[in-house]
């Protein structure tokens, strides 16, 4: 059996909810689709959070192991976290609209997500970005790079985020509840991208959502987080009708 | 009735600009043979005392009063816009620090440190020299109370999700506040602009009726104002109170911009 790519076992305080998170453990193995489920509150967004190691931002705390690619990530200094923030793990936020700047075009975006890694210039990197927004079926001309957030769809939007995210070929993409700001067909359209994504790159995935048709569907295995705690892991029969009612 | 405002500052800013042509004389001369003259159809608001045309003072005095006041202004605006980025990526202590120091110089009183700092310098300065030091007081005193408005924003937008997610994708602190934060606060920075220019150009009047702000013989909207000390003296020549009228005008200009720049966005 190949080595798990993130195993994780952690515990988050916020200042006025203590024990948000309480000994949450998993593995993610290469190249595997995890899916997270539970209510709003369980925690679901903070395991996202502290595994990118940004709780602080909103006023948490980590503690316990967090092995990635074979380092703990919680001993790492600031300066070298940064390098693995968005090039080895990137996140796909949960609205779309809140998570692009409103006074920035989609270029701007891009080429911030393009340049916090990469020394070649933004113009060498342009067209390989096209390519990337064009294989999500977005028109990728220098219109619609000039336009910004406002003047976009919400499921365009929520794929000029997931092209940011991979730019960097990650080993991780962390999804969060990527599809609950959308429509029907933009969900299936995204949730085949993300497939899609996982089998061409191989990158391996955590998927965060409370629908749980779409986790049964992408997902190998499947945690169920209830209170901050895990309160099932397995394949994703588990996701029972029974259990369909506690967890949504 | 922001764009009627917005039309009213534009006439006022070109009649200013235009001053050496508008203006019929030198706001110096002194007409000797005309002192204290009515308003007539070569002097339209009359003369002084010591017979200076009062039309071309006051147009000249408005061009100082609102080319200083707003660069002033835009100084003051500057200052706070960097502390607000600097302390608030910093955040913690550091921010913490420069709150209590806007709280201080926020409740030190304004005329009097004025008036204190003002009268270490010399009484007889160059008009000049008066215009720069005044002003300057201003900018560099003046910073605090945007700074807490703009420290404020500064959090606000650091801790929403577009900033998280340039944090996610790997971005520099420094990076997030530059390209992330800093266009975002520059519609707040304007309206801050927009407030604190008029609080200028009254400070600067406060200042010259006690004789401590743009030296005579250098005119100013505010030393202009000194004329108004006699009172009987307004109700028999009405037309002195002309650098009141100005000012006020103008002040209120600034104010609606304002009201409308908050309505509109």
Not at chain 1, 16 to 24: E, H, I, R, S, T
Not at chain 1, 143 to 161: D, K, N
Not at chain 1, 232 to 246: H, K, N, R, Y
Not at chain 2, 68 to 97: I, K, T, Y
Request: glycine share 8%; charged share 20%; proline share 6%.
């Amino acid at each position: 059996m190949t080595a798990p790519l993130l195993s994780l076992d952690l515990s988050v305080d916020y200042r006025n909810k203590p024990a948000a998170l309480d000994g949450v453990r998993f593995d993610i193995f290469p190249g595997e689709v995890f899916g997270l489920v539970g209510e709003s509150g369980s925690g679901k967004s903070t395991i996202a959070l502290a595994v990118l190691r940004l709780v602080e931002m909103r006023g948490g705390r980590a503690r316990g192991s967090l092995l990635f690619e074979g380092r703990n990530l919680l001993a790492l200094k600031e300066r070298e976290m940064r390098r693995i923030r968005g090039r080895r793990i990137a996140l796909v936020p949960q609205s779309p609209v809140s998570a692009l700047n409103p006074v920035l075009r989609l270029e701007t975006h891009l080429r911030e997500a393009w340049t916090a890694h990469a020394h070649a210039p933004w113009r060498q990197a342009r067209p390989q970005a096209c390519d990337l927004l064009r294989q999500m079926g977005l028109p990728a001309d220098d219109a619609f790079l000039r336009r910004y957030p406002h003047q976009v769809s919400v499921g365009q939007a929520q794929r000029v985020l997931i092209a940011m995210a991979v730019q960097h070929r990650p080993a991780l993409l962390i999804a969060d509840e990527p599809t609950s700001a959308l429509d029907p067909a933009s969900q299936r359209d995204i949730l085949d991208l993300l497939r899609r994504l996982n089998r061409e790159f191989g990158m391996a995935m955590l998927y965060i959502s409370h629908d749980l048709p779409s986790v049964a569907a992408l997902c190998a295995r499947v945690g169920v987080l209830e209170n901050g705690r895990m309160a099932e892991c397995g394949a994703p029969e588990i996701l029972c009708p029974v259990d369909f009612q506690t967890a949504s | 009735m922001r764009r009627a405002a917005a039309i009213t500052l534009g006439i006022v800013f070109a009649a200013l600009l235009c001053a050496g042509w508008i203006a019929p004389y030198d706001p110096r001369q002194q007409l000797r043979d005309e002192t204290d003259a009515s308003p007539s159809r070569h002097h339209p608001l009359g003369t002084d005392t010591l017979g200076r045309d009062r039309f071309s003072r006051l147009l000249q005095g408005g061009r100082i009063s609102m080319l200083a006041a707003p660069a002033a202004a835009l100084l003051a605006v500057a200052l706070a816009l960097a502390a607000g980025l600097v302390f608030g990526c910093l955040g913690g202590w550091c921010e913490r620090g420069f709150a209590c120091l806007t709280d201080l110089c926020l409740s030190l009183p304004w005329l009097f440190l004025l008036l204190a700092v003002r009268a270490l310098l010399p009484l007889n300065v160059s008009p000049a020299a008066s215009i720069a030091v005044t002003f300057s007081l201003l900018g560099l005193l003046g910073w605090a109370g945007p700074s807490r408005i703009l420290l404020a924003a500064v959090k606000g937008h650091l801790a929403s999700d577009f900033a998280l997610g340039a944090r996610c994708a790997g971005c520099p602190l420094w990076r997030v506040a530059l390209v992330h934060v800093l266009p975002n606060l520059l519609p707040v920075a304007l309206a801050q602009f927009l407030v604190t220019a008029p609080a200028f150009l009254l400070s600067e009047a406060n200042l010259a009726l006690l004789g401590l702000g743009v030296a005579e013989p250098t005119p100013s909207w505010g030393n202009l104002l000194r004329e108004l000390e006699d009172f009987s003296r307004v109700a028999r020549q009405p037309w002195v109170a002309a650098p009141l009228v100005a000012l006020a005008l103008v002040v209120s200009c600034f104010h609606l911009a304002v009201a409308g720049e908050e309505a509109g966005s």
